[in-house]
């Protein structure tokens, strides 16, 4: 009996380290699985996290939509007030450009002017008999001219010129009975203050000396400067000062040129 006990104790003692090796086991076998788990419980929880996102971002879009409907329907009452404040003040701006502009030139806008020159003229005489007959080669005449004329394209203007006698036939004059002239004017300006033009066109002219009178008729061409007195002040009137030379007649027997000055006043109908 003593020897069975002595057995039991031997078979406990082998036995008890083989149990507490698997009790041990055991739960290290238990926590691993918890381990894995976990991974696994944190790699679901995004997936189940996203179904919960996805409301928040359509509910955070249809909150912008709604303000940017918002938004825009302000800006839409807000452009098309602007719109229509736009038109408004153009409607405004036109009329009062229409009104100026037709206090200023009335109905078409197209610029007149009236002028009247003094022109010194010299006549040479080349014909042989003529000359001898009057006594000299060269003669003077003065005369008041007037020129009417309209800018019929822009740097282009039409005058037509008459002319009127201010002294009498002599020996050492000659007297301007008539002059009509005819001319188209190209101006053009220099250093944005002189008016610089020329005259191309036909003119018209009757002599008278003591023996006679005689006319001649032809081209006529020549060069004038004008400036607008409003250079020097906005409150000038539209006045012109000018000043120029024209041949006014070219031919085998004799040519008649001069010198003019005079004032221009412009005007719109």
């Given at each position: 009996m003593?020897?069975m006990?002595e057995w039991a104790v031997?078979?406990a003692?082998l036995?008890a ?5 698997q ?11 918890a381990?894995e788990?976990a991974?696994?419980?944190?790699a679901?929880a995004?997936?189940e996290?996203a179904p919960?996102?996805a409301?928040?971002e ?8 709604e303000?940017?409907s918002?938004?825009?329907a302000?800006?839409?009452?807000d ?10 003040t153009a409607t405004?701006s036109?009329d009062d ?7 200023e ?9 009236v002028?009247l ?6 006549i ?7 000359r001898?007959?009057?006594g000299?080669?060269?003669f003077?005449?003065n005369f008041y001219?007037?020129r009417?004329?309209?800018?019929i ?9 008459a002319?009127f006698?201010?002294n ?7 007297e301007?009975k ?5 001319y188209?004017?190209?101006?053009g ?5 002189v ?5 191309i066109g036909?003119?018209y ?14 081209a006529?061409?020549g060069l ?5 007195l409003r250079h ?11 000043a ?5 007649q070219?031919e085998r027997?004799g040519?008649v040129?001069?010198w003019?000055?005079g ?7």
């Amino acid at each position: 009996m003593k020897k069975m006990m002595e057995w039991a104790v031997l078979a406990a003692f082998l036995v008890a380290p083989s149990v507490m090796a698997q009790d041990e086991a055991a739960p290290a076998e238990e926590a691993a699985p918890a381990e894995e788990a976990a991974p696994a419980a944190d790699a679901g929880a995004p997936a189940e996290e996203a179904p919960e996102a996805a409301p928040a971002e359509d509910a955070s879009a249809a909150a912008s939509s709604e303000d940017s409907s918002a938004a825009a329907a302000l800006t839409g009452g807000d452009s098309g007030s602007d719109a229509s404040a736009s038109e408004d003040t153009a409607t405004v701006s036109t009329d009062d450009d229409s009104s100026s502009s037709s206090d200023e030139g009335g109905g078409s806008g197209r610029v007149f002017y009236v002028g009247l020159d003094y022109d010194m003229a010299k006549i040479d005489i080349n014909d042989k008999g003529t000359r001898e007959a009057l006594g000299r080669r060269r003669f003077e005449s003065n005369f008041y001219k007037l020129r009417l004329g309209a800018r019929i394209f822009e740097g282009v203007g039409l005058e037509f010129h008459a002319g009127f006698p201010d002294n009498d036939a002599s020996s050492r004059k000659l007297e301007t009975k008539q002059f009509y002239a005819l001319y188209l004017v190209p101006t053009g300006v220099l250093f944005d203050m002189v008016e610089v033009s020329a005259r191309i066109g036909y003119a018209y002219t009757e002599l008278e000396s003591e023996l006679g009178k005689d006319d001649a008729d032809g081209a006529s061409f020549g060069l004038g400067i004008e400036v607008p007195l409003r250079h020097f002040g906005e409150g000038m009137p539209n006045i012109r000062l000018g000043a120029g030379g024209t041949v006014y007649q070219e031919e085998r027997d004799g040519r008649v040129f001069g010198w003019h000055g005079g004032v221009r006043y412009d005007f719109t109908l």
